[in-house]
């Protein structure tokens, strides 16, 4: 098991490492450019680095279940994947259609309309219904155990899927931010399912990890390439498979209280508040004010923290939640 999961992690990296350089020419060249918001030029940088992320989930977990069917002869999992898999490339490539949108000017990507967004990533979760994915019987805070029968794979399966892609769509908008966070809730994550002995999750978030750390070799400060819908789309499938392949809807809800608390924040503004600000003296600095309608919002309001410094804050806010699982 060992080795499979250093070759899952060897795999994912390298792929997305190699797959990145060339899809950053491929958007250029289609022109697929948006402006990086936080810099004082606002460069055009490429947007969409989530389809090298899933290349490299991709061609890790299909390495797995090739290892797991011709040299241990177990079966036992593979439609989990197999769903797994499904899932990620179809919202993968709704918030790729989703990024191919882009504002006149370059200003940002327009994307689908509001009530788009939810309907489409809806279709990404039919291979976890069709499976019946997940257990029925969860342990719900202040409610013990209750086993929700038929609800689950017909209305929680689904709705977790399409809450968890708009979810972590919300918080973006700063070099690394959406990557960053990723790496620590997915490291996090695995580690959780692995002493859970939860192999199918630990599988599918050490694909995500890995994959997500070559790309934030790129994604660092400066960008070279943006992640796009496209990334906090398959970010938000890879958190719903885990929670529900792995049973683990409690820990994933904890890492993600981040995201919930970002979608309180947006909501007061009907969710058309941007997390970006705009650079001023070295600094990133807020165009909302003194006002709080974002997490980065509570840095860029001070106009003391640069973009770097921003993401780092939150990506130790991030890493802070996560811990929780092992006390929660």
């Known amino acids: 098991m060992i080795e499979a999961f250093v070759l899952i992690f060897v795999i994912s990296f390298l792929t997305t490492y190699f797959a990145v350089p060339w899809l950053i020419r491929y958007l250029k060249r289609i022109k697929l450019l948006v402006k990086d918001q936080n810099k004082e030029d606002k460069p055009l940088v490429p947007i969409s680095g989530g389809l090298a992320v899933m290349a490299g989930i991709f061609l890790s977990l299909s ?13 036992s999992t593979l439609l989990y994947f197999f769903a797994a898999i499904t899932t990620i490339l179809l919202i993968t490539f709704v918030g790729f259609i989703d990024d191919s949108i882009i504002k006149r000017g370059k200003e940002a990507s327009a994307g689908l309309k509001q009530w788009q967004k939810p309907f489409l990533t809806l279709i990404a979760a039919i291979p976890l219904v069709a499976i019946k994915a997940g257990t029925t019987t969860i342990g719900v805070p202040f409610f013990g155990v209750i086993n929700f029968g038929l609800i689950y794979p017909l209305v929680l399966v689904p709705l977790g899927v399409v809450v968890a892609a708009n979810m972590v769509n919300m918080l973006a908008g700063f070099n690394g931010l959406e990557a960053g966070m990723g790496i620590i809730y997915t490291g996090m994550l695995g580690i959780y399912a692995i002493t859970n002995q939860n192999y199918v999750a630990a599988v599918i978030a050490l694909a995500a990890f890995a994959s997500l750390l070559a790309f934030l070799i790129f994604n660092w400060y400066p960008a070279k390439i943006l992640p796009g819908d496209s990334l ?5 499938a890879v958190l719903a498979c885990i929670a529900i392949l792995g049973n683990m809807e409690k820990a994933v809800i904890i890492v993600s209280v981040p995201f919930i608390i970002e979608f309180f924040l947006k909501a007061r503004t009907r969710f058309k508040a941007q997390s970006f600000g705009y650079f001023e003296k070295g600094k990133i600095r807020s165009i909302y004010g003194s006002k709080i309608y974002s997490i980065p919002h509570f840095f860029t309001r001070t106009r003391k923290f640069t973009e770097k410094q921003i993401v780092i804050g939150i990506m130790i806010i991030e890493l802070l939640f996560s811990l929780l699982i ?3």
Not at 232 to 236: A, I, S
């Open 63 to 75: 390495l797995y279940i090739f290892i797991r069917t011709f040299f241990y002869n177990d079966s």
């Open 232 to 236: 906090t789309y398959l970010l938000g």
């Open 326 to 328: 092992w006390i929660i």
